[in-house]
């Protein structure tokens, strides 16, 4: 039986999000002393293991939802910039059109190329926004100048922050909370 909200948020030791893990790749870290320390409301699960033969007590694991691991980071975090998947671009883009700026449903919606994919324009952050297809199809292998249709706001690279909230998980209320709460003052998600 699949139960939402499984998954821990790790972070490097100064805050930064490194990666959805397990509960179980979390337990490991906490039962192995690599846990720095830990947020959240309250625990995402307790685990209970066997009973100590010399004091009597069964040993308890509490995972958090959000786990600090001790450490250098493994990531150079200037160096990184969050994958990129259609999902995420059109949450990016508030699901909404570059060009006519109707909101629309995601399978209305497709990835459209700012300068021409048949003229050099790869598929980056920076040059692919959200369009409706009779836009899209409107605008064709023309940049938005030729084509007359400026856009209506300009695509940027999420922050790390924005990139873990823009995979669409289902996230608990506290680790949502905790990572709007370090949102770019600028960012589409505040």
């Known amino acids: 039986m ?19 893990i397990s509960l179980e790749q979390a337990v490991v870290h906490i039962a192995t002393g690599s846990v720095a ?15 100590n033969v010399a004091s009597g007590r069964q040993s308890l694991i509490k995972v958090h939802p959000i786990i600090a ?22 949450r990016r883009d508030r699901m ?3 060009y006519c700026g109707q909101r629309f449903q995601e399978r209305e919606l497709q990835c459209e ?3 021409p994919e048949s003229r050099g324009g790869g598929w980056t952050w920076m040059n692919l926004v959200a369009a409706c297809g009779p836009c899209n199809n409107r605008k064709a292998a023309r940049t938005p100048e030729e084509a007359g249709m400026p856009l209506l706001y300009l695509p940027y690279v999420p922050s790390r922050f924005e990139s873990f909230l823009l995979e669409g998980r289902h996230i608990r209320a506290d680790v949502h909370e905790w990572l709007a709460a370090r949102l770019p003052k600028g960012s589409r998600l505040n």
Not at 7 to 14: E, M, T
Not at 37 to 51: E, F, Q
Not at 78 to 90: E, I, Q, R, S, Y
């Open 37 to 51: 320390w830990t947020d959240g409301d309250g625990p995402l699960a307790t685990l209970r293991g066997g009973t």
């Open 113 to 115: 190329h700012i300068q």
């Open 69 to 90: 691991l001790r450490g250098a980071s493994k990531l150079n975090l200037f160096d990184v910039v969050p994958g990129f998947t259609k999902a995420k671009l059109l």
């Open 96 to 98: 909404t059109c570059a």
């Open 2 to 20: 699949h139960r939402p909200h499984q998954h821990v948020l790790q972070l490097d030791i100064q805050g930064t999000p490194q990666a959805w």
